[in-house]
């Protein structure tokens, strides 16, 4: 008896080694410096966004069949737009492209044109080439300014926090395309 006792405890022991040894971390605190992380920077970034619904070759599409509460709202309520947009340096669509809006953008509003913006500020350009910036809020479209936080990044935007400031530079009544100027302002390493 005592020879199976001392059996299984040292069986159990064993296992328990193993499995110790296996285990997976699920959490831990790191230091900064661990992943390449220096001094936080603020920069700002200005661009134009062009978001074009009309024509041969449109920037964004609607994506979702038309409810029958959209086609009667004043504010578009339900519809939801899938977008590609180009973002230049300068408000002229045949300006130097520096990156692109790609993401989703919704109205959200029943009483006014008030889009919920999911969307990554894809950059192509420069020192940012391959780096993202992830914004996800509320676009009041019709407002003079609007802000929208600035959620996260990538490659140099990496923990990235802050905000994009948004202004219409030109709207198309007929058409729908719209200019936007963009001046973002994000903390980052």
Do not use: C, W
Not at 138 to 167: D, T
């Amino acid at each position: 008896m005592a020879k199976t006792l001392f059996f299984f405890l040292i069986l159990f022991s064993s296992t328990l080694l193993i499995a110790t040894a296996n285990s997976q971390i699920f959490s831990r605190s790191l230091s900064p410096s661990k992943l390449g992380l220096k001094k936080e920077k603020l920069s700002h970034l200005h661009f134009y966004f062009h978001d074009i619904v009309s024509g041969r070759k449109p920037t964004a599409l609607k994506i979702i069949p038309e409810a029958a509460v959209t086609k009667n709202s004043s504010s578009f309520f339900g519809a939801v737009f899938m977008m590609d947009d180009p973002l230049t340096v300068g408000p002229e669509a045949n300006s130097k492209m520096v990156g692109k809006a790609q993401g989703i953008y919704a109205s959200a509003s029943q009483t006014e044109v008030g889009f919920l913006m999911v969307l990554n500020f894809a950059f192509m350009e420069g020192k940012y080439n391959g780096s993202n910036l992830s914004v996800l809020g509320r676009n009041a479209v019709l407002s003079g300014v609007r802000e929208m936080p600035i959620v996260g990044g990538s490659g140099l935007f990496r923990f990235a926090r802050g905000y994009a400031k948004a202004e219409t530079y030109s709207l198309d009544p007929k058409t729908g395309d719209a200019i936007v100027e963009y001046n973002v302002f994000v903390f980052h390493y």
